[in-house]
């Protein structure tokens, strides 16, 4: 089996490893619904960790996540104003500035050669800081930040039984894991991030490719950002905060290699239900925050060891 395969193996043992935990520290954890609430509250990280993916896949990284998130989320919630009619607009304007911002980032990276790092934790402070200065630290006064019922629906509804948005990141899932291993856009991913210049001598558009991959990332987090906002029902200025760590630590117990080239979204869907489940884990042991922290740390260590235990080997 190929080390990648064993990757996402490794990432969906512990998903389900930490679930048998849950129910030895807390009967009833795999109950329908409780099973259902994590896979729910796993999807928004899952979204964002698809576009993180994307660019840590050419070895790059999306520092301006967290903001793209809330201003996804707020853009939402001024133009629909909370009304029905004005939701598809509404959407269709979230999800573009995500992708601008995303271009922007790309545009950053592949063309004025700033390194990853630096241009897109400089744009998350551009966002944060355009989003405050334009709604002056309140998220709509107006409609009070509501998310319109269409978006509501979304993210509370089901379908056969099966939640929309669960239903709609197994959309996702499915077509970022086709996208990546069967089509030429995959395999230029792939290459651009094991040997850029391999890859522009092979006929690869790097820069092109670059900002695509940035956009899908802008793209994602925006999304994400719609749907945490049909799932509170309000808009909330530090809803994205938590977004950044997390979408990064998916990818990398999803088996992601940090320095790009290889890696499988699948491992990386495993990821983010593993970091879901520990959370609800630790709430269900009354644990703080601090623990949180210090449990992350250890998932990640874990399986980065075995990682690296599988290179040897």
Same mark, same amino acid.
């Given at each position: 089996?190929?080390?990648?395969?064993?990757?996402?193996?490794?990432?969906?043992?512990?998903?389900?490893?930490?679930?048998?935990?849950?129910?030895?520290?807390?009967?009833?954890?795999?109950?329908?619904?409780?099973?259902?609430?994590?896979?729910?509250?796993?999807?928004?990280?899952?979204?964002?960790?698809?576009?993180?993916?994307?660019?840590?896949?050419?070895?790059?990284?999306?520092?301006?996540? !967290?903001?793209? %998130?809330?201003?996804?989320?707020?853009? %939402?919630?001024?133009?629909? %104003?909370?009304?029905?009619?004005?939701? !598809?607009?509404?959407?269709?304007?979230? =999800?573009?500035?995500?992708?601008?911002?995303?271009?922007?980032?790309?545009?950053?990276?592949?063309?004025?050669?700033?390194?990853?790092?630096?241009?897109?934790?400089?744009?998350?402070?551009?966002?944060?800081?355009?989003?405050?200065?334009?709604?002056?630290?309140?998220?709509?006064?107006?409609?009070?930040?509501?998310? !319109? !019922?269409?978006?509501?629906?979304?993210?509370?509804?089901?379908?056969?039984?099966?939640?929309?948005?669960?239903? %709609?990141? +197994?959309?996702?899932?499915?077509?970022?894991?086709?996208?990546?291993?069967?089509?030429?856009?995959?395999?230029?991913?792939?290459?651009?991030?094991?040997?850029? #210049?391999?890859?522009?001598?092979?006929?690869?558009?790097? #820069?092109?490719?670059?900002?695509?991959?940035?956009?899908?990332?802008?793209?994602?987090?925006?999304?994400?950002?719609? =749907?945490?906002?049909?799932?509170?029902?309000?808009?909330?200025?530090?809803?994205?905060?938590?977004? =950044?760590?997390?979408?990064?630590?998916?990818?990398?117990?999803?088996?992601?290699?940090?320095?790009?080239? #290889?890696?499988?979204?699948?491992?990386?869907?495993?990821?983010?239900?593993?970091?879901?489940?520990?959370?609800?884990?630790?709430?269900?042991?009354?644990?703080?925050?601090?623990?949180?922290?210090?449990?992350?740390?250890?998932?990640?260590?874990?399986? +980065?060891?075995?990682?690296?235990?599988? #290179?040897?080997?």
């Amino acid at each position: 089996m190929a080390p990648e395969s064993r990757r996402v193996l490794y990432a969906i043992a512990a998903a389900v490893a930490l679930f048998l935990l849950g129910q030895a520290v807390h009967p009833g954890f795999l109950g329908l619904a409780s099973v259902e609430s994590i896979l729910v509250i796993a999807s928004f990280v899952g979204l964002v960790a698809a576009g993180q993916c994307f660019v840590i896949l050419i070895g790059g990284i999306d520092l301006s996540v !967290p903001w793209v %998130l809330n201003a996804g989320a707020i853009v %939402l919630t001024t133009t629909s %104003l909370g009304l029905e009619s004005r939701a !598809p607009i509404a959407i269709v304007a979230a =999800l573009a500035m995500g992708i601008v911002v995303g271009a922007i980032n790309g545009a950053g990276v592949a063309i004025f050669g700033i390194p990853a790092v630096v241009m897109t934790l400089a744009m998350n402070g551009i966002i944060e800081g355009l989003v405050l200065g334009l709604t002056g630290g309140f998220t709509c006064s107006a409609c009070s930040s509501y998310a !319109p !019922p269409f978006v509501q629906a979304l993210a509370h509804d089901s379908l056969l039984g099966v939640p929309d948005a669960l239903l %709609l990141w +197994l959309v996702v899932i499915v077509l970022v894991t086709l996208a990546l291993n069967i089509t030429r856009f995959g395999r230029a991913t792939y290459a651009l991030g094991n040997n850029p #210049r391999a890859a522009v001598l092979a006929g690869i558009d790097a #820069r092109g490719m670059t900002i695509m991959l940035y956009a899908a990332s802008g793209f994602f987090a925006a999304l994400a950002g719609i =749907l945490l906002v049909g799932f509170g029902g309000q808009a909330s200025l530090g809803m994205g905060d938590p977004y =950044l760590f997390t979408s990064i630590a998916a990818v990398v117990i999803g088996g992601v290699n940090i320095l790009g080239g #290889r890696g499988h979204y699948l491992g990386v869907a495993a990821g983010a239900v593993s970091l879901t489940v520990l959370v609800s884990v630790l709430l269900a042991l009354n644990m703080p925050d601090y623990v949180r922290s210090i449990a992350y740390g250890v998932v990640i260590l874990g399986l +980065l060891l075995a990682y690296g235990r599988e #290179r040897e080997t």
